[in-house]
């Protein structure tokens, strides 16, 4: 299993499958924002990180411009992973309240977390083909992940596409806050709202409720 998965991560690293986003992760990366105009952006797409064995899978949409297009690992080093890996900590399902940079120490605990798109999209808007084209990459990936028993899919883009990985239409499960879905015996999909600052800052989710989520998911 890690030995399918490391290949399939070395192609997805050498992905130049949909020009627009080549295009925008590289111009991400040469320009840089001020506060990091020192750092070595990656630029490329954005792998899963975590435990292959884990029981928990989390989808987010995709790589932060400055976030995970600059450090190389998915919900790491953007206000999202602030917010994010402060409740995972919480729920103890890893070892430390941050994710900054890709050899910062985190580890993750019975959990693995994958974009279901692995390049930067502008806007943080992916095109339908751009979503059909990645949707290749996460369908092999999550065959890989035997164990899991749980995807919590964060966003409405993230659980449409793993509802997607089931041949579920969208139309059968709403995407709602907590609502939690049975694939079959083995598998359920927890819908969440995406950590994202704008849904933070208007109180659409909030530590509580993501903490509570994350608890839902750690006990299965």
């Known amino acids: 299993m890690c030995k399918s998965l490391n290949s399939l ?4 690293i050498k992905c130049v499958k949909c020009r627009r986003l080549v295009n925008f992760r590289k111009s991400v990366a040469r320009t840089k924002t001020k506060r990091f105009m020192n750092d070595n952006y990656w630029g490329k797409p954005v792998i899963g990180f975590g435990d292959p ?29 602030d917010f994010l890996f402060k409740c995972l900590y919480q729920a103890k399902l890893c070892n430390q309240p941050y994710s900054i940079h890709s050899n910062d120490g985190l ?21 339908a083909e751009e979503l059909k084209t990645c949707f290749i990459y996460l369908s ?3 065959s890989y992940l035997g164990n899991a028993k749980i995807i919590l899919a964060l966003g409405k883009i993230a659980f449409d596409s793993c509802l997607k990985l089931f041949n579920i ?3 059968i499960y709403k995407f709602i806050h907590g609502a939690e879905y ?9 819908a969440c709202y995406h950590p994202s600052p704008r849904n933070v800052n208007t109180g659409r ?6 903490i509570e989520v994350l608890k839902t998911v750690n006990k299965c």
């Open 205 to 210: 989710i909030n530590e509580m409720k993501m």
């Open 107 to 127: 580890i993750l605990k019975n959990v693995y977390m994958t974009p279901a798109l692995k390049c930067v999209p502008p806007q943080d808007k992916p095109n």
């Open 182 to 190: 049975t694939i079959n015996k083995e598998l359920k999909i927890l």
């Open 169 to 171: 239409k969208s139309s």
């Open 140 to 142: 092999e990936e999550i």
């Open 53 to 81: 064995n884990a029981n928990i899978i989390i989808v987010g949409l995709a790589p932060a411009a400055h976030g995970g297009n600059r450090t190389g690992r998915v919900f790491t080093g953007d206000k999202s992973a």
């Open 9 to 12: 991560n070395k192609r997805i």
